[in-house]
Structure formats: structure tokens, C-alpha cells
């Protein structure tokens, strides 16, 4: 499994490229809200883009809206999610 700051490097830059941010990978704060106030302004339509690419690419399903809530929160959080993920 990858280190924490390299797994939250390819998450943001993931976020970059799924949903056409106008912001760099690098301009993203590994604990900055995606939702909110003083987020980066995403809806419900990103997050359902981001529920998808999480799925593709490291095969993390989140069904349940609560948990939606709780690993969508920020990088560091949709990191922690994948990282307590089981071996493949």
C-alpha cells in the first residue's frame, strides 16, 4: 500500500482530471472540505463522479449516504477510507 502523501497526491490529482478543476493538484490542502463552506465548491453531481472513480481505481464502493458524507469530507479522509481498505 502507498504512503499516505502519495496516495493523497494521486487522489487530488484524480479530483483534477474527473472533474475538470480549475485548480492544480497542488492547490489542494490534504484536509480542505470538497463540500461546504471554504471547500472547493463541488455538488452532488461531483460527488457522484467521485463515488465512480473511487470505485475504478481502487476499488472502494461507497453505497450508504452517511458514509458518502464521512469519506467524502476531504482528501485526507477519502485517503484513510482507501488505506483501511483489506489486501487484494
Do not use: W
Amino acid at each position: 500500500m502507498q504512503d499516505a502523501p502519495t496516495l493523497n497526491a494521486q487522489i487530488k490529482q484524480m479530483l483534477v482530471e474527473n472533474l475538470m478543476l480549475q485548480v492544480t493538484a497542488d492547490q489542494i490542502g490534504d484536509d480542505q472540505p470538497l463540500f461546504g463552506p471554504g471547500s472547493l465548491g463541488l455538488d452532488s453531481v461531483d460527488a457522484l463522479q467521485i463515488v465512480v472513480a473511487l470505485d475504478k481505481n481502487y476499488n472502494l464502493k461507497i453505497s450508504d449516504p452517511a458514509a458518502a458524507r464521512e469519506v467524502l469530507r476531504s482528501v485526507q479522509s477519502i485517503s484513510d477510507a482507501i488505506r483501511r481498505l483489506p489486501p487484494p
